[in-house]
């Protein structure tokens, strides 16, 4: 194990010059290009997704190690380090913690570990990468390829959780719910709810949350677990989700799309076969978008890692807000004109809240969103 020239290259402050860190990006993103298509073709085995999916992935995860590497500046560097020569205060001064130890989810693997990998080495740490012993490919391709691409004495990957002695000299950066809440811990486990007020473009609102919904298989931590809609546009809504639903139930070229493995109903849909407080509006194999009924239903507090829609009819934008008043969400996402989005992501507790903003007069599509934090934390990005 390579642990012990890990605390020795901390010590040295080997990961903190710039050079070497613009270095490291690029041997690693040249591995990763030369093998990407091995990883593309791993992702796929692993998790089923379509290629469309997993090119999404995996352009993502290569756009968060563009954006970290050019956050890199010598220049700046140099300005900030001899600021003090040149009788200058460095308030803003900021170093790297030392060592990271990540422990991604297994879901979207790749984006987990290169999103995470590239923003600890752009902070001039040395990292530590948990991939335990699995039977999926793509870890141990990684395991391959990292090491080649990466110092050896500021990188390594292990298989399991280090002792105490060790775990006490790093920060722990961890999207796995198991983990203790210790370092920087973001498991996304917490629900996430959207609201479709009458005020919203329905079909714009069903498009965003069906692929949202049914996208990666149903198994994004931030996927909608159940999507509040006001009662007087609850049909349209149901029928434009429907209308969208059918591109994810078929291949990439229209044909039906085939399994992998032998079909599997869903664990959630059997259950709400034998629910009085539910409705199953449309379904499939493994899919199904239902309507929650009654208020008390336990649907409303689950988290869902299927491609089930849950939908459920509400009064108001209030009627909405009191529904998840009893604890913080993950995200919350607000189909609304511009006044009601702000009053939802107002009131309803959340890490982060999504709406639409207006453009040139007219609501934009639900790609077009900005951020609103809670409101302690309020700010807006376009």
């Known amino acids: 194990m390579d642990l012990p020239r890990i ?7 080997r990961a903190e010059n710039t050079r070497y860190r613009q270095s490291q990006f690029h041997r690693l993103q040249s591995t990763l290009v030369e093998n990407i298509a091995e990883i593309q073709d791993a992702i796929r085995l692993d998790s089923g997704h379509t290629r469309q999916e997993v090119r999404a992935e995996v352009v993502l995860a290569l756009q968060e190690l563009r954006a970290h590497y050019v956050s890199l500046s010598l220049s700046k560097d ?3 380090e001899y600021r003090i020569k040149n009788g200058k205060d460095s308030a803003d001064a900021c170093r790297g913690v030392g060592i990271v130890y990540i422990t991604p989810t297994t879901h979207t693997l790749f984006y987990s570990v290169i999103s995470a990998l590239t923003a600890a080495l752009a902070a001039g740490n040395c990292i530590v990468l948990e991939l335990p012993q699995t039977t999926l ?3 141990g391709i990684l395991r391959n390829i990292l090491p080649d691409a990466l110092d050896h004495d500021t990188f390594t990957i292990v298989s399991q959780r280090p002792d105490l002695s060790f775990m006490n000299k790093a920060l722990l ?3 796995l719910s198991s983990d203790a809440p210790n370092g920087m811990i973001s498991p996304a486990s917490s629900r996430t709810v959207a609201v479709v007020d009458r005020t919203a473009k329905i079909n714009e609102a069903a498009e965003a949350l069906v692929a949202a919904r049914f996208a990666f298989g149903g198994r994004s931590a931030y996927a909608p677990d159940v999507v509040l ?8 809504f149901v029928e434009a989700v429907i209308q969208h639903a059918s591109r994810y139930l078929a291949g990439e070229n229209g044909e039906a799309r ?11 849909l059997d259950s709400i076969h034998k629910e009085r ?6 379904s499939g194999s493994n899919w199904g978008v239902v309507e929650v009924q009654d208020r008390e239903s336990p649907l409303l507090r689950k988290k869902v890692d299927e491609k089930v829609l849950l939908v459920h009819p509400v009064t108001s934008l209030d009627d909405a ?9 993950a995200a919350t996402y607000a189909f609304a004109a511009p006044a009601s989005a702000k009053y939802l992501t107002q009131f309803i507790d959340s890490d982060i809240s999504w709406s639409a903003l207006p453009s040139r007069g007219e609501y934009p599509t639900a790609s077009k969103h900005a951020i609103h934090r809670s409101p302690s934390k309020n700010h807006a990005r376009n």
Do not use: Y
């Open 229 to 236: 809609v006001n009662e007087f546009a609850m049909k349209p």
């Open 78 to 80: 140099l300005e900030a």
């Open 7 to 13: 605390i020795a290259a901390n010590i040295d402050g």
């Open 137 to 139: 490919v793509l870890p």
């Open 173 to 175: 950066v961890s999207q």
């Open 277 to 282: 407080t539910a409705r199953i509006l449309v």
């Open 258 to 268: 085939q399994q992998q493995s032998p079909p599997r109903r869903s664990g959630l």
């Open 321 to 329: 807000i009191d529904i998840n008043a009893s604890a913080t969400l």
